[in-house]
């Protein structure tokens, strides 16, 4: 019996305690609760897409090496390691502050150095909001890599990295985006719309890509004296492939996780992105289909990539219909400008320049044509002007780093080590050392029963002598 | 007949055969191969280790001819795969007992 009572009371005291915290449920504190979990909602599709875009690193570095010799994989990795490491810390430390920090011209921001609006114990939105951004930011950075592969320095490459996150990417982003934080740029105040940055971030890094490409020069062996292109074999189609697969994954956190928000708007977001990738890739395989006569690995993959980029301005502002036609122009346009930078001899080996610079112009563009509110003139008109104004910041101010570095430490490596390849050049490397490669000249060819030789494009003689 | 190997280096293959087609050599046969001579390899890192890769890539091409088409092959290969550094590689003349065409049964000159 004193064992029942006993028991009896600690049962009622546990009750006791437990009512005793609680208040009385009031109108007040339940909006608080449910604003809290909203708040908490939107931080964790913030930091979830942002682990996504951050995925696409891996995509960017897949792509680049399947399309570029095996003799170069390791430079590439280590650019493409690099690229985010670079990123992450001068985005942390300088760029951040010049995209959203207060800004009282609209041109540049002065605060938030360091992630100086973070206070242990503060408000860490900053924190979520800063990681989010500077996914963005290392993804145009590593778009430069792959028009710059096969040829360029690793030191001269490690200093544009940092400038490209810590000057160029944030100032222009500042102009469209500062408003999402503490800053406010000219250009978003005129009403321009990149929702997940088609200009903010592709072509910045497309236009930069440009003027590397122009500022390195041609691979050896890509043209020759009497006009020919030669092609130069990418080593790996299924890595290039699985790279591509991983950007359109990727690509599912850059566009709805630019609403930093967890609300029903992402849904639209989702399904315009994958509609745009599928429209263009389907159309650059059928422009290749009919313009060489056989449906094209590399073209179709550049194709998908070309429809994302496009579809990333009017993401959220588009119907599912617009982002298939917006998808689709992207995957035809991409084909004939990789041919025409080639005609005029601007050697991009993963046609990046194509795919972002060029396409990210057009999904800018599309955003105003195709606006779910209707067609407007002034709306293009502001379009077309962030498009300008973009080109006009960021390839001449890449044009003249990449020639001051050049200038100095160089840009571009030594002809004998083109040649024998930057794995072993610059990172004393083999990225594949079972197989007989024997690219130590040029001519990437593998070991084994049935593997054909390569039709690849050689130095010629003369321009190793001229070297 | 004679049969001409050409060891060279990798990146002149193309201008080689270029060269060698236009003064009429219809067929070859290539080889990547490895080896050394004067030239020396090369040291690699690997995790902290440091190795010497010896053995440098090549390239050996096979052709039978002529006896009186020879020297032309040897002079062409000399001139187009020459860069003047070391490692531009050697080639070596044999005279050839039988040359056969599996296709046809055809043997000796006819054959090449």
């Known amino acids: 019996m004193k064992k029942v009572i006993f028991i009896s009371l600690i049962l009622v005291l546990n009750f006791a305690l437990a009512w005793a915290g609680d208040e009385p449920a009031t109108v007040e504190s339940n909006r608080t609760a449910i604003d809290l979990v909203q708040t908490n909602a939107d931080y964790v599709w913030t930091l979830v897409a942002a682990a996504l875009v951050f995925f696409m690193q891996a995509g960017f570095a897949m792509v680049e090496t399947g399309f570029t010799r095996a003799k170069n994989a390791i430079n590439i990795m280590m650019k493409n390691l690099m690229d985010f490491s670079i990123g992450s810390l001068g985005f942390f430390a300088i760029g951040f502050g010049l995209m959203f920090g207060e800004s009282a011209t609209g041109w540049f921001g002065t605060t938030g150095f360091f992630l100086s609006d973070f206070k242990i114990g503060g408000d860490p939105w900053v924190l979520a909001f800063w990681m989010f951004q500077v996914v963005f930011a290392a993804t145009a950075a590593t778009i430069v890599s792959g028009a710059m592969a096969e040829r360029t320095k690793f030191s001269g490459y490690l200093i544009y990295s940092f400038v490209i996150s810590a000057l160029v990417y944030p100032i222009f982003g500042g102009w469209a985006w500062g408003g999402l934080f503490n800053g406010g740029g000219w250009l978003e105040k005129l009403g321009f719309i990149d929702f997940a940055g088609s200009t903010v971030v592709h072509s910045v890094g497309g236009w930069s890509a440009l003027a590397g490409a122009i500022v390195l020069g041609p691979r050896m062996g890509k043209y020759t004296k009497d006009g020919r292109i030669k092609p130069i074999l990418g080593h790996n189609m299924p890595l290039a492939a699985l790279g591509v697969f991983i950007l359109w994954l990727g690509w599912f956190g850059f566009n709805p996780g630019s609403t930093t928000a967890a609300n029903k708007d992402i849904a639209m977001i989702f399904v315009n992105t994958n509609l745009a990738a599928a429209a263009g890739c389907i159309l650059a395989m059928l422009a290749s289909w009919l313009k060489f006569g056989k449906p094209e690995i590399g073209m179709s993959l550049n194709g998908a990539l070309a429809g994302l980029v496009a579809i990333t301005s009017p993401c959220a502002t588009v119907t599912p219909g617009s982002a298939i036609i917006i998808g689709a122009v992207a995957g035809v346009l991409v084909m004939f400008s990789v041919l025409f930078f080639d005609k005029i001899r601007v050697d ?120 | 007949m004679k049969k001409i190997e050409a060891i060279i280096k990798p990146f002149k293959l193309d201008d080689v055969k270029d060269a060698l087609n236009k003064i009429g050599v219809t067929g070859m046969t290539i080889t990547e191969v490895k080896g050394f001579g004067r030239q020396r390899g090369h040291k690699e890192i690997y995790r902290g280790a440091e190795y010497q890769v010896d053995f440098v890539p090549k390239i050996q091409i096979g052709i039978v001819v002529d006896a009186d088409l020879s020297d032309k092959v040897v002079d062409v290969i000399k001139e187009t795969a020459k860069t003047g550094k070391i490692g531009d590689g050697k080639i070596f003349i044999s005279t050839l007992a039988e040359a056969v065409r599996i296709r046809t049964g055809e043997t000796g000159s006819s054959a090449i």
């Not at chain 1, 057009?362 to 077309?384: H, K, M, N």
């Not at chain 1, 080109?391 to 001449?396: A, D, E, G, I, R």
Request: proline share 5%; aromatic share 8%; glycine share 14%.
């Open chain 1, 348 to 467: 991009d080996p993963v046609g990046a320049i194509s795919v972002h610079g060029v396409c990210g112009a057009w999904g800018t563009l599309s955003a105003g044509i195709f606006a779910i509110d209707g067609l407007s003139l002034s709306v293009i008109g502001v379009q077309l002007l962030g498009i300008a104004a973009c080109f006009l910041w960021v390839f001449p101010t890449t044009f003249i780093l990449f020639k001051l570095i050049d200038k100095t430490i160089g840009l571009r490596v030594s002809p004998e080590e083109e040649l024998e390849g930057l794995d072993l050049a610059e990172h004393a490397g083999n990225a594949y050392p079972d197989f007989e490669v024997s690219s130590y000249g040029g001519m990437v060819t593998g070991s084994g029963p049935g593997s054909a030789l390569p039709q690849t494009a050689l130095a010629t003689s003369k321009q190793v002598e001229a070297s």
